[in-house]
């Protein structure tokens, strides 16, 4: 058979796997950590800050985007926002809750994009682009 008589085949595989508890740890744990997810150079923390921590995996995080422009909330955004995140509603533009929802969707797209492994055998890179697809749906910044 030549090469042009070739024909491409194209599936879509369904994988069930289970979510790292280190993983969710990672993403939604407090800075007393040895890894902080905000760590500036190696994660989020060019574009994203930590604004308030919740040792609740439900909260997690609030978090702002602040886009890599050093653009900076208000003390009234960050208040509005913190209520908000504490009651689970709506957050302001550029407020994201980096909580055990955004951690599984995180999980999902590292596993989508670099495989199963991709956190055992991934690097600060793999986890940052994982994390903006989990919070954006989409890699904007790097």
Do not use: C
Request: without cysteine.
């Amino acid at each position: 058979m030549t090469s042009a008589a070739k024909k491409r085949i194209v599936v879509n595989v369904e994988v069930k796997v289970e979510v790292d508890p280190d993983w969710i740890e990672f993403v939604t744990g407090g800075p007393e950590g040895f890894v902080d997810v905000f760590f500036r150079n190696g994660y989020t923390g060019y574009w994203l800050e930590g604004i308030e921590h919740s040792p609740d995996p439900k909260l997690g995080w609030l978090a702002y985007e602040h886009g890599a422009e050093d653009r900076h909330s208000t003390d009234e955004e960050k208040a509005r926002a913190k209520a908000a995140w504490r009651k689970g509603k709506p957050l302001p533009a550029n407020f994201h809750a980096l909580n055990l929802e955004a951690a599984t969707r995180s999980w999902i797209a590292g596993v989508q994009r670099k495989g199963v492994g991709f956190y055992e055998d991934g690097d600060g890179e793999d986890y940052e682009v994982a994390i903006q697809m989990g919070l954006l749906g989409e890699v904007t910044y790097g």
